[in-house]
């Protein structure tokens, strides 16, 4: 796999430890930097501190929290950095909402940590390509 | 709304919807200009037109011939903001949508208080994006 460019900060938010520890290992392998969050208030406080290329959210985070919201949040903050979510599955109706959310890409829950990390380091050497250009 | 008057395409063959989108739309300021298929909305995209915002709809020649409608706005210079507003959502024209990374996704019957909102926003957002740019 492709080493990021730059050691970009990607935002992993899951509140599903598992996963959460798949997909940081898997974009620490592929070369990011990570930083994990697993609720709502902790996601948001990270988003005011830190200068994110990337993000991947679940689109459930515990009970109520609603990964769609913080989707856009994200984009308001950061317009320009590469958005994954993960739905349960995929539906019209999540990638309606990761449309109208601005995400950039939709995995569901079977889709390998491994797989989105690839996409994740894909977007960030893309976009790190057209600043050099 | 940053921009007093944003110029927005509407795209549909049903007049009906097309007619109540544009009434909508100009009741919220915004200066209107309709299209019935894909085939004219390309000739008035291809005629230098500017335009803020596009709302297409996707089955209109044949299936999902909208998305041609989206792959030349997004080729305009400012790209406006580009809404699919469609009663035929499946997940493959859905999957092709967010691939091209159009801005909004309305299902019919298209809430129409969400959409006013949704393209507000929007506007403002792509206003921000352009000011920024040109200050750097």
New interface residues.
Partial sequence: MTKAKEKELVLVVDSNLGRATSLHNACVESGCRTVVARDLPTALLMISQHVFGAAVFSSRIGEEGDGWSLAAVFR?VF?KAYVAMIDRE???TS??A???HG????FDNNDAPVQVARSVVSAISQKSNETVQ | MSIPNPKLLIVDDEPSVALTLKMIFQREGYEVATAASCAEALRIIDDRAAFDAVITDLNMEREDIGLEVVKAAQQMAPKPVVVVCTGYANLQNSAKALQMKIDYLATKPVDLEQLIGAMSVMLRRRDDGASRATAS
Avoid: G, H, K
């Avoid at chain 1, 995400?103 to 939709?106: F, G, K, S, V």
């Fill in positions: 308001l317009p995929r539906s019209v990638l309606q990761a449309i109208n995400a950039d890409e939709l």
